[in-house]
């Protein structure tokens, strides 16, 4: 297994900083996502690690070991492609074979290695089939055992479940990730999609402007987000803005309505002053008393109802219903608000910037 150190990275295209500087550390048969919004640097960071971007300055090291020089064919890397990139005249056993043969490994252990890799992403009794008469994901599960079957230091995949429907995506990744476990290769995701991130990985680096915002477990970065901008981007959020007061020592927050929390154990010691108070969906119930809301609207979602209200701020919230009631909610009906002070985050509110305890400066 490998390890990943990127250092002081600068990538530029003509004017345009893409990526000013960058540092990260990738663990040995770590499952690691680049997670961002279009156009926030993540997939030239990929195709960086891959060799097929140059690089303006820092340095690329596999194992401690310096590859800014190395060709990508040097790297010993698999690459799943975001296209699949099969060859159309090739049946599924030839496309995964295709690198062991241009490594010149022999036949009885190449199509070893080829019914191994097909196997790993349940694809072995589609081994003669040529790619056009495969559906998407099927062609996607071929490209990975063709990554797979070289056997990598290291996998590299661009957005590589873009192009499925929801329910082969949520299949899909499932495959990807048994297979890495098994195989046990450090891997390098990119992907816009937070669920799919969440999902596959051990561990995420959130970015923006080719910058990364946070690195952590789901966990982590889902309940204490660094930023704002982390907060509204893994999963959705509700922002209220509040005072945040010191009085005998303690930290209090006036949410509205009578409603008074003390979040003195959860803020650092000095915060203070207008904060923006992060509220998940799960984090809001209906209760007796509470904060005063005017239903919006109730969107029924089979398990579930999404509902949308208005506080009497003029903020609105969303939160999830899955309790069962004779009947919904009606447009301007008033309900009360409970949050649950344990799930909330909490920034400054001119930064941005989390202001939690324990919170990194």
């Not at 506080?311 to 919904?328: D, K, M, P, V, Y």
């Amino acid at each position: 297994m490998t390890s990943i150190a990127l250092r002081s990275l600068r990538k530029e295209y003509g004017n345009q900083v893409a990526i000013p500087d960058l540092d990260l550390d990738i663990g040995e048969g770590e499952f690691f996502t680049l997670l961002g919004p279009s156009g926030c640097g993540k997939t030239t960071l990929l195709r960086m690690i891959a060799g097929f971007n140059s690089i303006e300055s820092g340095t690329i090291s596999f194992d401690g070991v310096v590859i800014n020089d190395r060709s990508p064919s040097a790297r010993n890397i698999g690459m799943v492609f975001q296209s699949y990139a099969l060859f159309p005249h090739m049946s599924a056993g030839k496309n995964v074979g295709f690198g062991l043969q241009t490594r010149n490994v022999n036949r009885a252990e190449s199509e070893r290695r080829v019914a191994e890799a097909l196997e790993a992403v349940h694809m072995a009794h589609l081994k003669d089939r040529l790619p056009g008469a495969m559906s998407g994901g099927q062609q996607q599960r071929i490209a990975l055992a063709r990554a797979l079957v070289i056997q990598p230091a290291v996998l590299l995949m661009d957005e590589p479940l873009s192009n499925l429907d929801a329910k082969l995506r949520v299949e899909m990744r499932e495959t990807i990730r048994e297979a890495q476990r098994e195989a046990g290769i450090t891997t390098v995701y990119v992907t816009h999609d937070q669920e799919e991130a969440m999902a596959v990985s051990d561990r995420i680096a959130v970015m923006n402007l080719g910058v990364v915002q946070q690195v952590g477990s789901p966990e982590d970065i889902y309940r204490f987000p660094a930023n704002r901008f982390v907060a509204e981007f893994i999963g959705k959020t509700n922002l209220l803005e509040r005072e945040l007061r010191r009085q005998d020592g303690k930290a209090m927050l006036d949410l509205g309505d009578g409603v008074t929390v003390d979040v003195t154990a959860m803020v650092a010691p000095d915060a203070a002053g207008r904060v923006q108070v992060s509220v998940r969906p799960e984090a809001v119930e209906v209760a007796e008393t509470g904060l005063v809301a005017e239903l919006i609207d109730e969107t029924f979602l089979g398990s579930h109802s999404q509902v949308r209200v208005l506080l009497g701020s003029g903020e609105t919230i969303e939160f999830l219903q899955f309790a069962r009631r004779a009947a919904r909610w009606e447009r301007g009906e008033k309900i009360r608000l409970r949050l649950d002070t344990d799930m909330l985050t909490f920034f400054d509110a001119a930064s941005g910037v989390s202001i939690m305890r324990g919170a990194a400066a």
